[in-house]
């Protein structure tokens, strides 16, 4: 008789642990990845300045995105009034985030 190793635990490295923290810092990470696509939607439709903020879904996308960015705005004005580089800084905290998130995820 043979054990066979599950197909679900073949891609985690050995002496990984299902804690409830790595669970719970694996979905973080999950949820990271999402938001900073919805973060990258967001941003590229701003570049289309006749886009009706207004109407769903695109009213759903700009009140889940902007109040993150705001906090970003206020740290760092537009360059030359009309070119917003605050969104730089924000993928790169949220990238920064997901990074610490996925590192911790091994060291329990």
């Given at each position: 008789m043979q054990f066979h190793e599950s197909p679900i635990n073949s891609d985690r490295p050995s002496g990984y642990l299902n804690t409830p923290l790595t669970v719970v810092a694996a979905g973080l990470s999950k949820w990271l990845d999402i938001y900073s696509?919805?973060?990258m939607v967001r941003v590229l439709l701003s570049w289309f300045p006749n886009i009706p903020w207004d109407r769903q879904p695109l009213s759903a996308i700009r009140d889940l995105c902007d109040?993150?960015?705001?906090?970003f705005r206020n740290i760092i004005p537009p360059i030359f009034d009309t070119l917003d580089v605050s969104p730089l800084l924000a993928f790169a905290v949220l990238g920064t985030l997901g990074s610490i998130l996925n590192n911790s995820r091994g060291m329990y």
């Open positions: 696509g919805v973060l109040p993150y960015l705001n906090l």
